[in-house]
């Protein structure tokens, strides 16, 4: 009893002050894709390189959809114009399928629930996290959430073992064939009015397993889905960015 | 072993010199080669007529090929060679070849979705028996499968596991050519095993273009490879303290694991090392500054995770818990093919960095670390032992860090031959099969996860356990659904 306090007190604090202070990530760290249409000189060599068709271009606007993205940075290294950056923000999390189609450098964030939802979900969210394929990086770094570092219990956030329990639905992976009509009975199990959250580039599109028969190319085939939070798998930041700007906490 | 091929781990050969024999001697050959102490690294059918067995011998480091013809079925090996039985259930299922007397011939991933988790189920029948079914969807944040147990009260006496929910047909997707996807299905095999699965391909496509790797790039595969061995165990630990409901090792350690993954991305910007390996070497140096940096933080985790893990030795509690809990035997380790820490806590001297050195490893030895009492305390035991030697090695590679390059350009792959590579992941042992066709194209590629071996391990440890133990035996073999199901 007394070594675990002596150990308790060796520890020391360690909850990062997550959001008052921004987070430091690595110098290496690849986040939010940035585009400048205007120094494409129109070589397709990204689009080429692409390994999940993330980029079109067309008539010059590079269009780089980050809900197939995952974040290879393949396409900064053949461009030597620099159209495509890759930033270190780590903000990437959208409301809308389509928010999440960058066209330039504006790019339109996750905002916050509706009043009514809000009202119920605001101060306690309870979400069931249900792992429909994928290779288990979006759930360790789920995992890491309810660790001292993020300690997501401070925002009302918790992961619950029932759906009867829970408020919304976590999803990552790309739902496989065989994970669909689980995920789907996990969905039904859980009382309205519910959230989803799609959480890595397979929940969102099918990301790198996109086209294979084995899987539905993202959980919004299966359920709707209120939030995207991109990556691969995305940073634990870039999830905790995602639901509170869901709760309307970060804006 | 005239009727073998021997090499050695990266090794190649032409396709053609692999042993062809007939059925019946392959399977007399591989049986009495496992009965003296060789055990199956993998056993696949490359088409609907072809058979091949990758056998590896711990005590010298070689590895023997042998191949064989069949139509439609032949005897199971399965009875003899209990090691082969989930071998056996994959060939069939990805090839319709019936091995004929395999006593536990069901589905591995269910290919047929709208048949998944149908089989006929071992059932034990009796007025005091019932049945407790469980998954695919489980009650915390892991992967999905499904657990079926026959139960006398709380005793256990059989469970079966049936998975299969994570395959999203990776395997399938490499023979049809997926070039610009590879390195990326590669790192997604088991998320948390990106690089050991990462390098065992690069190591393939290494050995078959011959390929000569810089020593710098092959020394930050190995610290690559060794912070994310430290980074799950400490996770591990941590989540067995929390199975028994012992919070303090439970919180420290979720908070260290976290920061171990952040060194990872201390010099290549992600934390599970996504983008780092590549055939041919690294696409990430460690620069001096990181280099202090990674020493430093070392230094601090050391610390940390002592303090939060010789707790656990300390506690009488979690002793308690942890010791005669969930035992595997050492024969039912050997006669199963278990790799890894499983292994290595039933006291078998089972580690590819060390039998079967590539890299780095070649250069700078780790011992291997066993203990002898199968149970959940040598499997927490003999991961504490890892950390601590997994850090030392670490700060000794980034102390003798050599000058160079950290790529070398990879020529087209040749024709008609076959590569094998053994990396010593966190899991175990992972292997890679290459082979290729008249083009240098992959006319197989085959992938065996640590967890392909060992999932049978689990089922037999919790024979004639209390089932409120199945979370703590669970996690004290932490296998992965994903490396399995591919």
Redesign the interface.
């Known amino acids: 009893m007394l070594k675990a306090l002596a150990a308790r007190i060796k520890q020391g604090y360690r909850t990062y002050p997550f959001p008052k202070k921004e987070p430091s990530l690595p110098e290496r760290f690849k986040g939010r894709p940035v585009i400048f249409n205007s120094k494409c000189n129109g070589c397709n060599k990204c689009i080429s390189v692409c390994p999940t068709d993330a980029i079109i271009v067309n008539g010059g606007k590079i269009m780089l959809d980050m809900g197939r993205c995952i974040f290879c940075g393949k396409c900064q290294q053949v461009c030597q114009e620099k159209a495509i950056v890759f930033s270190r923000e780590y903000s990437l999390a959208a409301g809308k399928r389509e928010d999440l189609l960058l066209k330039g450098q504006v790019f339109k964030s996750a905002g916050s629930l509706k009043a009514d939802m809000l009202k119920i979900f605001g101060r306690s969210l309870k979400l069931r996290q249900v792992s429909a394929g994928g290779c288990n990086a979006c759930e360790a770094d789920t995992n890491v959430l309810s660790t001292l570092t993020y300690d997501l219990g401070r925002f009302g956030v918790q992961f619950v073992a029932s759906p009867r329990h829970a408020d919304g639905l976590f999803i990552t992976g790309p739902v496989t064939a065989n994970m669909k009509l689980a995920l789907k009975k996990t969905y039904d199990a859980i009382p309205s009015p519910k959230i989803v959250i799609a959480v890595g580039v397979c929940a969102i599109s099918g990301g790198i397993y996109s086209g294979h028969p084995e899987q539905t190319n993202g959980a919004d085939n299966s359920v709707p889905v209120d939030l995207y939070i991109p990556g691969c798998p995305p940073n634990p930041y870039t999830i905790l960015d995602g639901i509170l700007r869901l709760l309307g906490v970060r804006s | 072993m005239d009727n073998m091929l021997k090499i050695y781990n990266c090794g190649v050969n032409d396709f053609k010199n692999v042993p062809c024999l007939d059925i019946l001697k392959f399977r007399q050959l591989i049986i009495e080669q496992v009965n003296s102490g060789l055990r199956i690294a993998t056993l696949f059918a490359m088409s609907a007529d072809k058979l091949v067995c990758v056998l590896a011998d711990d005590t010298n480091g070689s590895l023997y090929i042998l191949s064989s013809r069949v139509s439609k079925s032949y005897p199971s090996l399965t009875p003899a060679c209990p090691q082969a039985h989930l071998f056996e259930r994959e060939i069939a299922e990805q090839f319709s070849i019936i091995p004929q007397g395999h006593p536990w011939l069901k589905p591995v ?3 047929d ?1 709208s048949l ?1 988790g149908i089989t006929d189920y071992f059932k034990i029948t009796g007025s005091e028996i019932h049945e407790v079914a469980v998954g ?2 489980h ?6 499968g499904h657990f079926r147990f026959q139960c006398n009260g709380e005793n256990v006496f059989h469970l079966e596991i049936s998975l ?7 395997e ?2 490499i023979r049809n050519g997926e070039q ?2 590879l390195i ?2 590669m ?6 095993t ?1 690089i050991g699965h990462s390098l065992a391909y690069s190591q393939i496509i290494e050995s078959l273009s011959n390929c000569y790797i810089p020593a710098r790039a092959n020394i930050i595969r190995a610290i690559a490879l060794e912070l994310e061995r430290l980074a799950n165990h400490t996770g591990d630990l941590g989540a067995l303290a929390g199975d028994i409901g012992y919070l ?1 090792t439970a ?2 350690c ?2 260290i ?2 920061d171990i993954l ?1 060194m990872t ?8 090392g ?2 780092l390996i590549s055939p041919g070497g690294t696409n ?1 140096d460690i620069e001096n500054s990181h280099i202090s940096e990674l020493k430093q933080r070392l230094k601090t985790t050391l610390k ?1 995770v002592s ?2 893990v010789n ?1 656990l030795w ?2 009488p509690s979690v002793l308690d818990r942890f010791d005669d809990t969930g035992v595997l035997t050492q024969k039912d380790c050997i006669d199963l093919g278990v790799v890894g820490v499983a292994a290595r806590a039933c006291g078998l001297e089972r580690d590819a960095r060390f039998n079967f050195a590539s890299g780095a490893y070649q250069f700078s030895q780790i011992p291997i670390s066993t203990w002898e009492t199968g149970d959940v305390f040598a499997r927490a035991y003999v991961r504490w032992v890892e950390i601590q030697r997994s850090i030392n090695f670490i700060e000794n590679e980034l102390d003798n860090l050599p000058d160079g390059q950290i790529h070398s350009k990879v020529s087209a792959l040749p024709a008609n031959k076959i590569a094998v590579s053994l990396v010593e992941g966190f899991r175990g042992e992972i292997c890679h099969t290459a082979i290729t066709g008249n083009n240098g194209e992959f006319l197989h590629y085959k992938i065996v996860d640590p967890s392909f071996h060992n999932w049978m391990a689990l089922a037999v440890a919790m024979r004639n356990q209390q089932i409120s133990d199945f979370p703590l035996c669970n996690k004290s073999f932490n296998f ?3 490396g399995h199901d591919l």
């Open positions: 991933r269910f290919p979705s998944i695919p969807v009650a915390g944040i892991i992967e999905p299969g929910y994570q395959h999203r047909g990776i399938k997707a610009k996807r990326h299905y790192e997604t095999l088991a998320g948390d990106t303090p919180s420290f979720g908070r694991r976290g952040n991305a201390v010099f290549c910007g992600n934390r599970f996504r983008g990430y940390d303090g939060a707790l300390e506690t992965s659904y994903c």
